[in-house]
């Protein structure tokens, strides 16, 4: 039986941090980057041709301004990720109110059953490439694949699915 679900969005608010300093022509130390690359949750993107490296040396590019050379193509992807944020501040805010807001009392009473685990996590960081990831009890889930209804801002989808619809159905696919 699920008896918890945590919501961890840290990396995210750390990358608000880097957005809106951007945003704002601040400058953001190389050590805040190298902490963001460093978290825990950020593991899950890092293959051999993205690691922590990859996220500081794109950080560090958008930070100074500056293009992106002798990159893979998973770095090219979360540097125009990054940069997506930071063209539309207003969008970026829209995706992260759901993900502030996300209160999962009510699925948790849908995974009342026998279930394999009693905690679950729902994890959002700044990926480049998979939608989610599932690894045991935590589904981590990439932010920027959020989309908000440009018609309704309120509206946030994933793959064409309300958000908190698809959290709910990926979050049964653990537990099943």
């Known amino acids: 039986m699920v008896k918890t679900i945590k919501i961890n969005f840290d990396t995210v608010e750390m990358?608000?941090?880097?957005?809106?300093?951007?945003?704002?022509?601040?400058?953001?130390?190389?050590?805040?980057?190298?902490?963001?690359?460093?978290?825990?949750?950020?593991?899950?993107l890092y293959g051999p041709d993205f690691n922590e490296e990859s996220v500081r040396k794109v950080l560090s590019a958008i930070s100074n301004r500056e293009l992106l050379n002798n990159s893979t193509k998973q770095e090219r992807k979360f540097w125009n990720n990054n940069m997506w944020m930071l063209e539309d501040l207003g969008n970026m805010n829209n995706m992260v109110k759901p993900v502030k807001t996300l209160n999962l009392d009510?699925?948790?009473?849908?995974?009342?059953?026998?279930?394999?685990?009693?905690?679950?996590?729902?994890?959002?960081?700044?990926?480049?490439?998979?939608?989610?990831?599932?690894?045991?009890?935590?589904?981590?889930?990439?932010?920027?694949?959020?989309?908000?209804?440009?018609?309704?801002?309120?509206k946030v989808n994933i793959s064409g699915k309300p958000f908190k619809e698809y959290v709910e159905e990926k979050l049964f696919e653990i537990v099943k």
Not at 143 to 154: A, Y
Request: no cysteine; hydrophobic share 40%; glycine share 2%.
């Open 15 to 44: 990358m608000l941090y880097f957005w809106q300093s951007i945003a704002e022509r601040d400058k953001v130390a190389e050590s805040f980057m190298r902490e963001v690359a460093s978290k825990e949750e950020m593991k899950y």
């Open 106 to 154: 009510d699925v948790k009473e849908k995974l009342s059953g026998e279930t394999k685990f009693e905690e679950l996590e729902v994890i959002f960081i700044p990926g480049h490439q998979d939608e989610y990831i599932i690894d045991d009890n935590k589904l981590v889930i990439n932010f920027f694949r959020l989309m908000v209804d440009f018609m309704d801002e309120t």
